[in-house]
C-alpha cells in the first residue's frame, strides 16, 4: 500500500514561531503538493515540487515555504506562524498522470 | 486555466435512495477528473478517477460518475445511499496532454456534504 506520512497530527504553536510541517511518500514519487483546508474553501494548493529540490507555487504561497532536499520527503515551513494560518494541511503525492494519495493531514492552531 | 464547481454545498438524502452530486469543470487542456471522499477528521480517499477511457467509471463502494464533455460535467451517482456515505465529497481536476509543471497540478472543487438520513 502507498503511504504518505505526515508526521505531525496535531500542533499548536504561538504566533511567530517557525513551523514545519514534515511528508514522506515512499513510493518514488516525483510529484508532491501541499494544500490546506478551510471549512467552505476546500482545498487549496500552496506549493508543490515535480523533482528534488524543483517547486511551484500554488494559489495561496503567501507566508510559506517548501523544502524538497530528497525525493521522498516534503516539507512545509511558516516562517513567522500567525493566527490566520491555522487550519489543517494535507500533503499529497503522485506520479504524473496517475492517482494522487493523500496524507491524513495535520492540524495546526496558532495562537 | 482550469477551474472545478461543485453546483451543491450541501446534499441530504434518505438512506436507500439515490445519491447525486454534481461536479461542472472547465480546463484548457484535455482534463483527468476524480472523485475523493473525505470522513471527519480523516485524509482524502479517491473514489474514483477519469483519464479519457471509458466515460462511465466506477468507483469504491458503489458509486460511479459520468464524464459529459459537451456538458463540461462529471456528476458522481450511487443508486442506493448507506449510512456510511456521509461524508464531505471533492471534485478535482487535472491537466493532461499540457507540458511542464502544469502537468501535476490539482483544482478541487468547494466541496459537497453529503448527509444520510435513516
Known amino acids: ?111 | 486555466a482550469q477551474s472545478v464547481t461543485q453546483l451543491d454545498s450541501h446534499v441530504s438524502v434518505s438512506e436507500g435512495t439515490p445519491v447525486l452530486l454534481r461536479c461542472n469543470y472547465s480546463s484548457s487542456y484535455s482534463p483527468s477528473l476524480f472523485w475523493y471522499v473525505q470522513h471527519p477528521n480523516k485524509g482524502l480517499q479517491l473514489l474514483l478517477k477519469y483519464t479519457s477511457a471509458a466515460t462511465l467509471v466506477k468507483g469504491i463502494n458503489g458509486f460511479e460518475a459520468e464524464f459529459k464533455k459537451s456538458e463540461t460535467s462529471f456528476h458522481l451517482t450511487k443508486p442506493s445511499a448507506h449510512m456510511s456515505d456521509a461524508a464531505e465529497y471533492f471534485c478535482v481536476v487535472r491537466p493532461t496532454g499540457a507540458g511542464g509543471t502544469s502537468y501535476g497540478k490539482l483544482t478541487f472543487g468547494q466541496g459537497t456534504i453529503l448527509t444520510v438520513h435513516p
Not at chain 1, 505526515?6 to 516525483?30: A, I, N
Not at chain 1, 493523500?102 to 495562537?111: C, I, R, Y
Request: proline share 2%; net charge neutral.
Open chain 1, 1 to 111: 500500500d502507498v503511504k504518505v506520512t505526515q508526521s505531525s497530527r496535531y500542533l499548536v504553536k504561538r504566533t511567530g514561531e517557525k513551523v514545519f510541517l514534515e511528508c514522506v511518500q515512499d513510493m518514488d514519487h516525483e510529484n508532491m503538493f501541499w494544500y490546506r483546508q478551510d471549512p467552505g474553501l476546500g482545498l487549496r494548493l500552496i506549493y508543490f515540487s515535480y523533482d528534488v529540490k524543483m517547486k511551484e507555487k500554488g494559489d495561496i504561497p503567501e507566508g510559506y515555504s517548501v523544502s524538497r532536499e530528497k525525493k521522498e520527503r516534503f516539507s512545509l515551513i511558516l516562517e513567522s506562524a500567525s493566527t490566520n494560518q491555522t487550519s489543517m494541511y494535507l500533503c499529497a503525492s503522485s506520479f504524473t498522470g496517475n492517482t494522487i494519495y493523500f496524507g491524513e493531514g495535520s492540524w495546526l492552531t496558532v495562537v
